[in-house]
């Protein structure tokens, strides 16, 4: 399989505006319907051997308990309870209205009823409309859809492997369906108390200090999928400091910097991979330097933190 296949936003726009709705009508029931965790680890999803999952959903007390899964190589939303029951249904032909329908009327049939707070999209330019309204977004290529999911897959992996080296807190490799990245991030101890004008949303996530590493796949404000990463609260000089390999650069955005790495400029790398490590790594050094994080001491090199497995000969 081609790592890194080619994915231009112009080529699958349509398909990513459905399908980032359908996230967030899953994406807002498992917000209601899952237990709260730090900086909203509950709520993004994780990825299968065929999709994403929800991972089971609700509580262990007796009531339903149900997960949520997108098929993208069959190419169909499918809900399913602990004791085997299954509903499922296809996802091309489905607009944002019907595939909420659906979904609601999937868990229904499984006994499980999930009232979504705010059942309107969250950070979209629609977001004053109703999924239940919205006939306008309805296109579900599955090429493109299934493409989507391999490059989520492999960008996954690479993260994960860059995850490996770091032994402090940090979050899972995880798919954040509001903002349609695929994210890890690092933690120091320090707390932060962010701008009074901060949303509850963005309050929790950046409650400490963080360096974040992800990517997305482009939108209205950046038309270019790309890895990116930055540091919040972004301390003094983060701009000036190098990044690799590079073609990589600082990009102000909204009153800070993101080192972003284009992902046609990591394609064209002799090695792909170890290009969009190198860049992980580069802007790591960079907020970490800069924030004064003990770099040694949260070192985990090749995942490991037994000292007698790291001394020599261990």
Same mark, same amino acid.
């Given at each position: ?13 349509? #398909?990513? *505006?459905?399908? &980032? ?5 899953? =994406? ?10 730090? &900086? ?21 007390? =007796?009531? $339903?308990?149900? +997960? ?20 499922? @249904? ?12 659906? +979904? ?10 999930? %009232? ?16 239940? *309204?919205? +006939? %306008? ?5 599955? #090429?493109?859809?299934?493409?989507? !999911? ?27 369906? &509001? #903002?349609?990245?695929?994210? &890890? +991030?690092?933690? /120091?101890e320090r707390h932060v108390e962010p701008p009074p004008q901060a949303d509850p949303v963005t309050r929790e996530a950046y409650s400490r200090e963080v360096i974040?590493?992800? @990517? !997305? ?23 000036? %400091? ?13 009153? /800070?910097?993101?080192?972003?790495? /284009? ?8 090695? $792909? ?8 790594? /580069? ?29 020599? =000969?261990?």
């Amino acid at each position: 399989m081609e790592l890194f296949p080619p994915i231009p936003l112009a080529e699958w726009q349509d #398909t990513k *505006e459905t399908l &980032h709705r359908f996230a967030q009508v899953v =994406g807002k029931i498992r917000l209601a319907a899952s237990v709260r965790r730090n &900086h909203w680890w509950n709520v993004p999803f994780h990825l299968t051997g065929r999709g994403l999952t929800t991972r089971p959903t609700g509580r262990a007390d =007796g009531g $339903p308990v149900f +997960t949520l899964d997108f098929d993208f190589v069959g190419h169909r939303l499918v809900a399913t309870a602990p004791d085997g029951r299954e509903v499922s @249904f296809p996802l091309p032909g489905q607009s944002v209205a019907s595939f909420h329908r659906n +979904t609601l009327a999937a868990l229904d049939a499984l006994g499980a009823r999930v %009232e979504i707070a705010r059942p309107r999209p969250f950070g979209l330019p629609d977001a004053g409309r109703p999924f239940a *309204e919205d +006939t %306008e977004h309805a296109t579900y290529d599955p #090429t493109h859809a299934n493409r989507y !999911w391999r490059v989520l897959s492999q960008v996954a992996l690479v993260l994960e492997e860059f995850a490996a080296g770091f032994s402090g807190k940090s979050s899972p490799v995880h798919h954040f369906w &509001h #903002t349609f990245d695929v994210a &890890h +991030t690092r933690f /120091s101890e320090r707390h932060v108390e962010p701008p009074p004008q901060a949303d509850p949303v963005t309050r929790e996530a950046y409650s400490r200090e963080v360096i974040s590493f992800g @990517f !997305w796949f482009g939108d209205d404000s950046f038309a270019e999928p790309a890895f990116y990463a930055y540091t919040a609260p972004e301390p003094p000089g983060l701009d000036a %400091e190098p990044l690799s390999p590079p073609a990589a650069r600082w990009v102000p955005r909204n009153g /800070s910097h993101l080192a972003v790495l /284009s992902y046609e400029d990591a394609r064209a790398e002799r090695d $792909p991979r170890a290009a969009v490590l190198a860049f992980y790594e /580069s802007a790591y050094q960079a907020g970490a330097r800069r924030a004064g994080w003990d770099v040694a001491a949260l070192a985990c090199p090749g995942g490991i933190t037994d000292p007698r497995l790291l001394a020599p =000969g261990g």
